[in-house]
């Protein structure tokens, strides 16, 4: 079992930066962030996996960093010249593969709120 915590989030004015944070109750070699807001479905954000390679979606490339501290079992997610389309609820998920199981662990999520 995997817990994961996030915080960080709040509201903040158009063009403005946040930083959230998820910490893992053990080290997670494959991590991401996702976001859902009102009406819309889960979309994925961001990737980190093995070796610290990050891949993200377009809506966030040049303006989102995934990176993490292995000595923490934390994640981030840097958010920068963030735009009101980027208000949702921010998920920390994380992937364990088990031979053929694989695992799939979210954390409670927390809200980012862009206005002015």
């Known amino acids: 079992q995997v817990q994961l915590v996030e915080s960080g989030g709040g509201l903040v004015q158009p063009g403005g930066s946040l930083r959230l944070s998820c910490a893992a109750s053990?080290?997670?070699?494959?991590m991401g962030w996702y976001r859902q807001a009102p009406g819309k479905e889960r979309e994925l954000v961001g990737v980190?996996?093995?070796?610290?390679?990050?891949n993200y979606a377009d809506s966030v490339k040049g303006r989102f960093t995934i990176s993490r501290d292995n000595a923490k079992n934390t994640m981030y997610l840097q958010m920068n010249s963030l735009k009101p389309e980027d208000t949702a609820v921010y998920y920390c998920?994380?992937?364990?593969?088990?031979?053929?199981?694989?695992?799939?662990?979210w954390g409670q999520g927390t809200q980012v709120t862009v206005s002015s």
């Open positions: 998920n994380a992937g364990i593969q088990l031979g053929a199981q694989y695992y799939s662990y």
């Open positions: 053990r080290s997670i070699v494959n």
């Open positions: 980190i996996a093995n070796g610290d390679i990050t």
